[in-house]
Every structure is written in structure tokens, then in C-alpha cells.
């Protein structure tokens, strides 16, 4: 407790001495009426309750009403803040606290104390919300309302109107409880109340979050978190978090939904309030199921379900039976399943609790459709589309549409299944439109309600429409890469119409293959102007995508290495240098053959090779695949890879004066020494070669690298803006590609914080640039999280910021092997060939080495975008000539 804070409690403490000396018994209860709101202020309802009873008897001894009544409001609003029925001095007990209000209302009416009659009314209604009988809370918050006005209180006024918007949210009017929250907020900042106005912030945050809008809803929940902080109010600080967790999971975000209800949680448990606990717990439990870990999700559930029946909340009742009810039918147990959604509906309708009974309808369908009764699926899908309707709810009109299609698909009624997947894909497009410009939470929707897209296409293969089924696909991919497209380039929605597969294959630079995978199978639509669309498909033999790429990975000693390159990040390793001598034993049996990568040619390239024509060819790969060797696959054709056609489409449509025409930026080795581990050993290693590399490269281009000190993070940041190449040597991060620059210079602690040094994704994807090529020379680079967007690291963000064409490494890369082959690269580069030539010639150059002709060293290597040119001015002959003998 503050210095403050003591002060005013001793002030306190010194009034009730000097009342209880003075004999002044009516001084002494309100002592005690004053010490009662000081603690109710500080969260410490137990104390609070003690002090309020102490005011009472003494108000009552006295027969001072009006104190009297002021104690009975107190005492029903702090056993509202707590919860627990067993003890005198409980948390939560709304059923004592109903007492105390009407008691507190009696009393002013009998002295004609209008005020005090109002504040009754409002607490009597957030009671009986509280018990879950929300049109009760409404007659109580309407007689609140109506006499504030009349008294013009404004500050009573708004807080009826967030009463009001809290009980239509609790019966799933959110609209309406929008209008409510905002006259609540107005009135708020007219009065400068910072707490209510925070308050108003976390009510409009869970209306919009119901409607779907989470980013508007994350706006308000963050500001609300801003005032409770600033207030030193802990139990809103905990509501927030919360509520930011709830967001977060809405967006599939699941970890830092976790974190959130943890906080939420550990200042629930601090301030004893048993309601936020049993919520917390339930919160926990939903994040964990989604995360596939049901047993953990149910012991949470369990605790909610403990709590609330403690605590007679029948609105935490019905929660937890309709979490328990998914987690078990998550684990196969679709009775116990169907039981718990029954109890749901049951609470969900007793407490006209649209929203909640929508879900549980939803939920019963869905374990009906494991147990094959499909019509009875239908019956309990139909439920929850038509709440979903009634409340506005776009989302859940998306699960309910999608889970019909499934239904009907079931029964083999194709095309009622496909108009509801449509009709499911049209809501989720409309929710993900709201997020705008949040790429992230774009990324984690699209992942989390991506199962209609999945259905959609799969439904139209089996009914034999294969062009369709490719349309429908490529509807689901990498969209949020092509929203920030659009903007990047400056292509205006309504005139990029719809991107049909027609369209695109107008455009198309070379023969394209799109990829779709269904567990272990794998379908091919290839793409040529001259003979159309040819399918095929593939069965993955002896496992799926995933565990095909471990055991490629595996056999050539990438990606699964156990010591690091001298590139990477992976900071568990021993240094490569010191270990060469047993890694250079292990390649060695491992130089280029046609078995080396045979099992991945035979699923990715074999089935669409008779349908090749040229030396050209694009890859839109899905899922695992995305992490493919592609330029490696083949000796003859030069593979590169797209995340999706309407990427392609956009790059190809993109103004020609968009990408720079020269100018180069080149970054080489930059100096780590400053950042290093607790007992100031250096966190990297230099990287000599990586310096060479980019020297003889600018050699070449006739340009200056940026190099060791020189070669920081807000440097580098400030010219890769409006160059027409970027090319970075460094280490890179074994799980996103992310790059370590050298530390920026202003930084303000003595120690680097990663922020200082590290190249984020957010910070290239928050630069517009014109780059034609970015080459990044670091191990990992093609790495990142394989969601339904693609491959999720530094290579999209350079797409996402403008970069026509990026080269990344997909594994750790050895320093020299990657200097040479840089060299040769670029050599060919500035002989004004393609980036996909140069990059094949380098691969073929280095396989011929002795020292590197291991897979691991020359395959990492994969380009994706478009396969550009550069013209870097006019060279001469002799330096070219000269760089060969170098």
C-alpha cells in the first residue's frame, strides 16, 4: 500500500479515536461507513463488510434512517463484489445483497430520499443481473433511469444506460446494448469520470467482440485496461485482461489468450472475488481446448462449474456445462457430450440468454453429427442459425452455415451442402473484413474458421467439378498476403474484380501448378494458357506432408540438424567451427544423388511431370509443403514458389513504376560483440565470409556495404525503402528467419534488448518498399508458423512489404559454402539473367565443389514471387571476368 494511501487510511483510523472519545456515536458510525468505502475502494471486501455492519448497528442504535439505509446499500453492493454463501461475510452473495438493496430502497422511500430511491433501483438491478434474471435487472434499471432524469443527475443517468447495455448484452441484443454503452460513455467523459468511462470501454469491447468486430473490440478492451491501471482499480485491470483473452482466442490467437486469463486469474484470486475466478478458470479452459489439450480444458472447466454452483451464478453454470459439453465431445465421449449441452440449453434458456443458447444448439449438433444421427445435427444447426441471425451474430452464422454443409454432405445432398459452405465463407469473409488493416489477426481467423474453405473444395472435387473446386481453394489462401497487396500496390478493390482462375491464367508468366492437400492426399491442378487446367492427385505413402519433409530433412542433415551452422541463431549449439571436422563426416555420404530427395520428386513433381513443358515452373504449395526444397526438385526445370494465384495476379498487375530500377542496399556481418549472454560471453559469433560476400558483391555493383558496426538495425531500416535490391548476410532466427543487425546505436540500455538489434517481421513489414529482389543470405530465412496464409515469417513479410521477388534460405547455411555461391549467383545476376537462372546456375556451380557438394550446403535455397531481372548500369567485362577468378 502507498505512502497515500496509508495517509488517508490513519485520517480515517483518527476520526473513529476521536468519535469513539467524544462519545459521538453517530460520528463513530460514520467512521466506520467512511472506513467501509475505503477498503470496498481497495478491493478488500472483507473488511468492507465488517465496517458497513459496525455503521449499521450503530445507525440502527441511534435510529438514524438515513445512515441506515446508506449502510444497507453498501453492505448489498460489497456481497455483490464477492462470493460466497456459507459464511457471514461472503464473496459474491447476490441473494443477501438483494436483501440489503431492498432494504436501502424501503428506507428511502419511507424518508423521500429520491437519490438514494434511484441508487437502490440500479443496484437491485445489477443483483438480479448477476443471478441471471436479466428482464428483472431491466424493470429495476428502467425505474433507475427514469428517476435520474427526472432529477437530472447525469452522472446517475449514465450509469442506468451501462446497466441498461450490460443486461440487453446478457440477452443477446448487442446493438441495442451498443447504444446503451455509448450513452454511458458520453455522459462518462462530460463528467471527467475516469472509472466509469473505463468501465463504458470494457461493456462496448464484449458488444463488439459478440458481434465479431475483435478488432474494435481489442480498441476498447486495451483502453479500458489504460484507465484501470491509471486508476489503481484491480478488479477492472483483471476484467480487461480477461476480456482480451476472450478476444485473442476469438482470433485463434490461443497463447497469448493464456496469458491474459492468467493475469486475469492471479488478480481474482488477490482480490478474493470468486465470480472473476470461476470466470477466469472457464477462460483458461476454452484457450486450452483450442488448443487440443482437453483433459487440462476440462479440469478448468470443473473449477468454473465448482465455483459457480458455490455461488448460485447460474450464468457461470451454463458456461461451464457448455465447455465440458465440447471438451469430451473432443475426446470421442459424445453421450457424456450431449449430456452437458442439455444442461447448457436448460440454464441458457431459464436465463434468456440468446447467445449462450444459439452456441449450446450448435454444439448439440455437432455431437449428434459424430453419432451419425444427421437429421437430428440439422434440426440443432437450423437453432443456432436462426439465434445467430437474431442477434447479428456474423460468426456464427458462419459456424452454423458451415456445420450444415457438413451435414447435409453426410447425407450425400451435395448441392444444398455447397450453397451453405458458400454461404459460410461469405460470413467469414465479412468478419475478417471488419479486422481491416490487423495482418495478424487476419492470419489467426483465417486459421481458426478456415474449415469451410477446406469443405468447400473437397465437397466440389467429390462432385466431380474440378475447376471449382480450384476457384473455391484458392478463395482461402494467403488472404491476408493479398489484402496487404491491394493496398501496397495501390489496386483498388472494385477494380480488381473478382480474380477468377481464367483471369489469373491470362497473366500467368510460365506453366503454374496449385496444390491442395486432404490428410494424406495431395491434388494437383496444373495451369497452362495453351491446354487449360489438368488435375491429378497423389496419395502420400506411409504418412502426411508434415512427416514427409521431417524425414527429407532428416536424411540430408537439414533443418534437423543436431550442431548449427555458423548462420544461425540457434543459440544451444556449440559454434560450427569447432565441430566441423564430425558434420564434414556426416555429409560427406550425403552428396547429391537421385535418391537424396527421390521421396518428395515422386509426391511433388512426379505426377504432374509428363504435363511439363519448358524450363519454368511455378509452385503454389499447402501446408508443410510450403517448406520444400522446390529448386532443388529438379536438374531441368527451374521451380519457384508462390504463396497464392491472386499473389501471383497482383505482383503481375502491379504499376511498373512501383519497384525501384536501381540503387542497392547490401548488408554484410554486422558486429554482435555488444550483445551477449548474463556473464557477457557474446550471444553470435562473426561472420568472416559473410563480409566477404557482400564486399565482392559490391565489388561488382559498384556499391559500399553496410558492414560490422555500420550495419545497424535503424540504418538498414532507413535505406532498404527506396532501393531496388536488398541483399542481407547475417544470422538469422531458427524459427521465423528473423535477422540480427547490429544493435541500433540510441538505444538507452547499456545491454542491447532484442527490440535493439533484432529485424521483426513487424519492422520490415511496416516499411513500404520498392524492392524488386531481397536476397537474404541467413539460415532460416524461409522459416515461420505453416498456417492456412502460408509459411508465416520474414520472407512474407518482405512480400507483404512491397519486395517482388525474395530468396531465402530454408535451413542453416554454412558461412564459406554460402559465399561462393553467392558469388556465382550474382554473377550471373549482373549478366542480366533471371533470378531463377542465377539461382540454378549457383546450385549446379556449387555441387560441383568437393567441399560443398552436399545437399544441406547448395538445395536450402528457394525463391519465391516473381522471377525478375535486374539491371544494375552498365559493367564492365574485365570485372566480371575478374570476379570469376576471385
Not at 182 to 188: E, F, P, Y
Not at 716 to 727: G, T, W, Y
Amino acid at each position: 500500500m502507498g505512502d497515500g494511501k496509508l495517509d488517508v487510511l490513519e485520517r480515517h483510523m483518527q476520526q473513529l479515536h476521536v468519535a469513539r472519545k467524544e462519545g459521538d456515536r453517530q460520528g463513530e458510525g460514520l467512521a466506520f461507513f467512511i472506513l467501509g468505502r475505503y477498503y470496498q475502494g481497495a478491493a478488500d471486501f472483507h473488511q468492507a463488510i465488517t465496517n458497513y455492519t459496525e455503521a449499521l448497528a450503530i445507525f440502527k442504535e441511534i435510529g438514524f434512517r438515513a445512515g441506515e439505509g446508506g449502510a444497507y446499500g453498501n453492505l448489498g453492493n460489497a456481497y455483490q463484489r464477492r462470493g460466497d454463501f456459507k459464511q457471514a461475510i461472503v464473496l459474491g452473495d447476490f441473494k443477501q445483497a438483494i436483501v440489503y438493496h431492498n432494504q436501502a430502497l424501503s428506507i428511502a422511500k419511507e424518508l423521500g430520499n429520491r437519490d438514494e430511491e434511484g441508487r437502490a433501483y440500479g443496484n437491485l438491478g445489477n443483483a438480479y443481473g448477476n443471478l441471471g434474471d436479466f428482464k428483472q435487472a431491466l424493470v429495476y434499471h428502467n425505474q433507475h433511469l427514469s428517476l435520474m432524469k427526472e432529477l437530472g443527475d447525469r452522472a446517475g443517468e449514465g450509469g442506468a444506460y451501462g446497466n441498461h447495455g450490460i443486461a440487453y448484452q446478457r440477452l443477446g441484443d448487442f446493438k441495442q446494448a451498443i447504444v446503451y454503452h455509448n450513452q454511458h460513455l458520453s455522459i462518462a467523459k462530460e463528467l471527467g469520470d475516469r472509472a466509469r468511462e473505463g468501465g463504458a470501454y470494457g461493456s462496448l469491447g464484449i458488444a463488439y467482440q459478440s458481434l465479431g468486430d475483435f478488432k474494435q473490440a481489442i480498441v476498447y478492451h486495451n483502453k479500458h485496461l489504460s484507465i484501470a491501471k491509471e486508476l489503481g482499480d484491480r478488479a477492472g485491470e483483471g476484467g480487461a485482461y480477461g476480456n482480451l483473452g476472450i478476444a485473442y482466442e476469438s482470433l485463434g490467437d490461443f497463447k497469448q489468450a493464456i496469458v491474459y486469463h492468467n493475469q486475469d486469474l492471479s488478480i481474482a484470486k488477490q482480490l478474493g472475488a470468486r465470480v472473476s475466478e470461476g470466470g477466469a478458470y472457464g477462460n483458461l479452459g476454452n484457450a486450452y481446448q483450442r488448443l487440443g489439450d482437453f483433459k487440462q480444458a476440462i479440469v478448468y472447466h470443473n473449477q468454473q462449474l465448482s465455483i459457480a454452483k458455490e455461488l448460485g451464478d447460474r450464468a457461470g453454470e451454463g458456461g461451464a456445462y457448455g465447455s465440458l459439453d465440447i471438451a469430451y465431445q473432443s475426446l470421442g465421449d459424445f453421450k457424456q457430450a450431449i449430456v452437458y449441452h442439455n444442461q447448457h440449453i436448460s440454464i441458457a434458456t431459464e436465463l434468456g440468454n440468446r447467445d449462450g443458447e444459439g452456441r449450446a444448439y450448435g454444439n448439440l449438433g455437432n455431437a449428434y453429427r459424430s453419432l451419425g444421427d444427421f437429421r437430428q445435427a440439422i434440426v440443432y444447426h437450423n437453432q443456432h442459425l436462426s439465434i445467430a441471425k437474431e442477434l447479428g451474430d456474423r460468426a456464427g452464422e458462419g459456424r452454423a452455415y458451415g456445420s450444415l454443409g457438413i451435414a447435409y454432405q453426410s447425407l450425400g445432398d451435395f448441392n444444398k451442402a455447397l450453397s451453405y459452405y458458400r454461404l459460410s465463407i461469405h460470413y467469414f469473409d465479412e468478419t475478417r473484413c471488419l479486422l481491416q488493416s490487423e495482418d495478424a489477426w487476419k492470419i489467426s481467423f483465417r486459421d481458426t474458421n478456415g474449415c469451410a474453405y477446406t469443405a468447400l473444395w473437397r465437397a466440389l472435387l467429390k462432385n466431380g467439378e474440378v475447376d471449382e473446386a480450384l476457384y473455391a481453394a484458392e478463395q482461402g489462401r494467403a488472404q491476408a498476403l493479398a489484402d496487404i497487396l491491394k493496398m501496397q500496390y495501390g489496386i483498388d478493390e472494385k477494380s480488381m474484380m473478382k480474380v477468377t482462375i481464367s483471369l489469373v491464367m491470362k497473366d500467368l508468366p510460365s506453366q503454374t501448378v496449385f496444390t491442395a492437400l486432404e490428410v494424406n492426399m495431395i491434388s494437383f491442378w496444373l495451369l497452362r494458357e495453351d491446354i487449360g487446367i489438368n488435375f491429378r492427385q497423389k496419395k502420400i505413402e506411409n504418412g502426411s506432408a508434415d512427416s514427409l519433409m521431417k524425414s527429407t530433412f532428416k536424411q540430408i542433415n537439414a533443418g534437423t540438424v543436431v550442431r548449427c551452422e555458423n548462420r544461425s541463431l540457434d543459440r544451444q549449439c556449440s559454434d560450427f567451427s569447432s565441430s566441423r571436422e564430425g558434420v564434414e563426416e556426416t555429409v560427406q555420404s550425403l552428396s547429391f544423388s537421385v535418391h537424396s530427395l527421390q521421396p518428395l520428386y515422386d509426391v511433388l513433381v512426379s505426377p504432374i511431370a509428363d504435363l511439363l513443358e519448358g524450363d519454368d515452373l511455378v509452385f503454389v504449395p499447402d501446408g508443410h509443403f510450403c517448406l520444400a526444397p522446390f529448386s532443388a526438385l529438379s536438374d531441368s526445370v527451374r521451380i519457384r514458389a508462390i504463396p497464392s494465384l491472386t499473389a501471383l495476379k497482383l505482383i503481375a498487375i502491379a504499376p511498373d513504376d512501383f519497384q525501384s530500377k536501381n540503387e542497392v542496399l547490401l548488408v554484410g556481418d554486422p558486429c554482435l560483440k555488444e550483445v551477449t549472454y548474463g556473464t557477457g560471453e557474446p550471444m553470435y559469433g562473426q561472420l568472416p565470409c559473410a563480409k566477404k560476400e557482400v564486399d565482392i558483391i559490391g565489388e561488382l555493383l559498384q556499391t559500399t556495404p553496410l558492414t560490422g558496426k555500420n550495419a545497424t538495425k535503424v540504418e538498414v531500416l532507413k535505406r532498404m525503402k527506396s532501393v531496388a535490391l536488398i541483399h542481407i548476410a547475417a544470422h538469422g532466427d531458427d524459427r521465423s528467419g528473423e535477422i540480427a543487425l547490429a544493435p541500433n546505436p540510441e538505444r538507452t540500455s547499456q545491454i542491447p534488448k532484442e527490440e535493439d538489434y533484432m529485424l521483426s517481421l513487424s519492422d520490415v513489414q511496416a516499411v513500404r518498399l520498392q524492392a524488386r529482389l531481397v536476397v537474404l543470405s541467413c539460415c532460416h530465412s524461409g522459416q515461420g508458423e505453416v498456417k492456412s496464409e502460408g509459411i508465416v515469417g520474414i520472407a512474407r513479410a518482405f512480400l507483404c512489404a512491397g519486395a517482388r521477388s525474395v530468396l531465402v534460405s530454408l535451413w542453416a547455411i554454412d558461412d564459406e559454402a554460402t559465399f561462393l555461391f553467392m558469388k556465382c549467383f550474382y554473377e550471373h545476376l549482373a549478366d542480366r539473367k533471371s533470378t531463377s537462372k542465377s539461382l540454378h546456375h549457383a546450385m549446379k556451380s556449387l555441387r560441383e565443389t568437393k567441399n560443398y557438394s552436399a545437399i544441406k550446403y547448395w538445395a536450402p535455397f528457394v525463391l519465391i514471387g516473381d522471377d525478375v531481372t535486374i539491371e544494375f548500369g552498365q559493367h564492365k567485362h574485365e570485372k566480371n571476368e575478374t570476379m570469376s577468378k576471385t
